[in-house]
């Protein structure tokens, strides 16, 4: 019988790390002690021998004091270099900051990535132009953003590996990332109908109404039926996807018997929307309460505060990362993660008046 072997704490912290670096958690450098031990609950001195091991070993090298160590993986085993196409929802002009970051950490993982030249709402979301468009198209892995459901199946399907970045990727065999936002969309409607609120409406992308509601969606009818609140289209509402559709939508809502309050889909909109209830002399949260079902940094300028649904994106950018590298090294990798989303009640909610 082998000698037990009994690891120091720094040695296993060490071996925790080994695998990480091997498993491409951290590209070219890793990050420093403090940072570490703070993520693993340890402190400074175990953290920085477990470092001084990985240093011996040749997996990490010291790039000077105050400075990242850079990792040196072991011949055979760097990251082979994909080219990854990222399709988004939207057209190239609406670049995020996020976008900017995952093409930023691609590259330093030895990757190559690259915005599609055009958009799903370029293609209509159509899977037939999409097949087209993909086939034309070289790339060796595809990140794909807030898709509907027909299009992920399309591309859960394929040869290429691909990546679902939010949208109606749950329970399909597909790696995938998002916000988790069914929780926050409750809150926020429990807080509404406790400032008074009945008439309630939620303006909403069709992908997330067909060919039935998502999660967020059926949360929110939930929560209104929860209080016997009668719901319908007027909840939901059908509505063409084009800036004279959304101004069509608005009259419609307006005409009668106005909401109270209203949740839109993404900041354009919801800018879109404030501008309309100033040209009828409606006042916000006076008249109509408004929430953002997403955030931007224009926020942050705002007041009276603008009430949305907060995440952070940056672990689901990391986890793409994750997902290229184990790609890049032969893994079928389909693992779906959830980013925890909460709802910041800002002040563009108030009591009905």
């Given amino acids: 019988m082998r000698e037990l072997t009994i690891l120091s704490i720094a040695e296993q912290v060490a071996a925790h790390l080994r695998e990480e670096i091997l498993r491409g958690h951290w590209s070219e450098t890793i990050p420093g002690r403090g940072e570490l031990a703070a993520a693993l609950g340890m402190n400074t001195t175990t953290v920085e ?128 990332s998002g916000p988790d936002k069914p929780s926050a969309f409750a809150e ?39 209080e016997g609140i009668p719901t319908g289209t007027f909840n939901l509402p059908d509505w063409e996807e084009s800036i004279d559709g959304f101004q069509t939508l ?12 209203i949740f839109i889909d993404e900041a354009r909109f919801f800018a879109a929307t404030q501008q309309y209830l100033a040209r009828r002399g409606l006042r916000v949260p006076e008249d109509v309460s408004l929430i953002c079902s997403d955030s931007d940094a224009t926020f942050q300028l705002c007041k009276p505060s603008i009430a949305h649904i907060r995440w952070d994106y940056r672990p689901m950018v990391r986890r793409i990362v994750r997902w290229a590298n184990n790609v890049a090294h032969g893994e079928d990798d389909r693992q779906q993660s959830f980013s925890k989303a909460e709802f910041v009640e800002g002040g563009t909610v108030g009591r009905v008046s």
Avoid at 202 to 210: E, I, V
Wanted: some cysteine.
């Fill in 49 to 176: 021998f477990a470092l001084r091991l990985l240093e011996k070993e040749g997996l990490l090298v010291g790039q000077g004091p105050g400075k990242r160590r850079k990792i040196e993986l072991p011949g055979g085993l760097a990251t082979p270099a994909l080219r990854v196409a990222i399709l988004d929802h939207m057209p190239l002009a609406l670049k995020e900051s996020w976008m900017i970051e995952l093409k930023h950490l691609l590259a330093e993982a030895g990757h190559t990535s690259f915005f599609a030249s055009k958009s799903l709402v370029d293609l209509r979301m159509d899977v037939k132009r999409i097949a087209r468009y993909v086939k034309q198209t070289d790339a060796d892995a595809w990140v794909v953003v807030a898709a509907s459901l027909d299009v992920l199946e399309w591309f859960s399907g394929q040869r290429a590996p691909v990546f679902a970045l939010a949208g109606r990727r749950r329970g399909l065999p597909i790696a995938s």
């Fill in 188 to 226: 926020a409607t429990r807080c509404l109908i406790a400032l008074g609120h009945r008439r309630i409406v939620m303006l909403t992308h069709r992908l997330r109404r067909l060919p039935e509601p998502g999660s967020s969606e059926r949360a929110f009818l939930a929560e209104l039926m929860a």
């Fill in 250 to 261: 608005l009259d419609s809502l307006f005409g009668r018997t106005p909401p109270t309050a």
